[in-house]
């Protein structure tokens, strides 16, 4: 077997070298994204709408739902060495990830330490909050992870889906996870879920984000299907990979957002945000936007033309193509058994990518949006075009209107950078009436 050695350190002083597989000193051809949850889809809350609860049907048997100090190890330090470039940023996500508890994460900023090769190190954690503390703040802070809460908006719009276990709210709990953060000085975002219960209400919830000090915001769509015939093969009760036929857009779930109003939703926060706050509020979807139409990319899974380099690892080491993709069908190989970079360069991975951009219905080809929208997430393509033809984003009224509302700000603000110009500009001539 050929393989490399690496000088691991021992105490303060001494090294021992290690010997390396090829499978985990193989490197990539180019960098990828791995979404790790540790502890797999363990979560203390029970979200309705949450799609990944369901993936307890790929453990069956009560296995513990916990990667073990072995699997953590060979993750760090594969991970790492498989990464082409200077940077690698581990992104721990769950279910809960701090149900792992902090001396898991200690250890897993101990192997970065010991395996880093010279190669900046960061991470991110996500996570809902409720279970943080003084003692989470502090370790979080100094280590300089970026954390990311889970919050719908305020009380009465988080607590209609984001619930406990036992159906009681989460409000309180994620807030004062969120005051720990501040109070540790812990860099965060905000991540919000738009359903039926906050889409008619956005300028609510962006002055409720802006309120608890959030300046990076991002705004998921939440759109569930009723079950399809994959989830019947894993004895699923919730959403699967798109069907080879499109499904009707109401065979969703109530709390799905509908496509009229999230393209209201993210169009009231734009005029609100470019009237008053360009470069002192970020809106994820709003920056993708502003890639596109400088002609560097969206920079966004959902809104590039492919889609294939960001992975999802399970607990037990297993890889799939994505984290909405978390079927067997998707499954790549699993960790030990197979190289983390020959996955992620693999062709399957690559087919998978690439399908984003060759099953697009000649609709959205032809659409003058589309270098912005690119048919957004496939696992949404579940509707039919006018002419009949599947593969049509739910969503696509949501971002055809969207991105059409933009399109005049977003040709100022990419001239205003091009020039050297700050795109803050937009400001006060969005305010005088010149746009």
Known sequence: MVGCFQLRRRGQ???????????????AVRPFHVMTK???PMCNLACDYCFYLEKHALFPGGRALRMSDDMLERYVREYIAAQPGPEVTFAWQGGEPTLMGLPFFRKAVDYQRRFAMGK???NALQTNGTLLDEAWGAFLKAEDFLVGI??????????????????????????RGLEILQRHGVAYNTLTCVHAGNARRPLDVYRF?????????????????RPQEAEQRLGMQRGGPPAADAARAEDVY?????????????????DRWVRNDVGNVFVQHIDSALGSWLGVGAGLCVFDETCGRALAMEHDGSVYACDHYVYPEFRLGRLGEDSL????????????????RETLPQQCRACAVRFACNGGCPKHRFTSTASGETGLNYLCEAYDAFFRHIEPCMRVMAELYRSGRPPAEIMKRVRGGRI
């Open 254 to 270: 109530s709390w799905s957002v509908r496509p009229d109003d999230f393209g209201y939703f993210m169009i009231k926060i734009f």
């Open 341 to 356: 970079a020959k996955m992620a360069d693999s062709r399957r991975m690559s087919a998978f990518g690439d399908a984003k």
């Open 13 to 27: 002083s001494t090294y021992k070298t290690t010997y390396m597989s090829d499978i985990e000193c193989s490197k």
């Open 120 to 122: 900046r190190i960061s």
């Open 209 to 225: 984000l802006r309120g608890i000090g959030s300046r990076y915001m991002q705004f998921i769509p939440i759109v569930e299907r």
């Open 38 to 40: 540790p502890a797999g």
């Open 150 to 175: 889970s919050i719908d908006g305020p009380r009465e719009v988080h607590d209609r889906y984001r619930v406990r276990r036992d159906r009681e709210p989460s409000f309180d709990q994620v807030m």
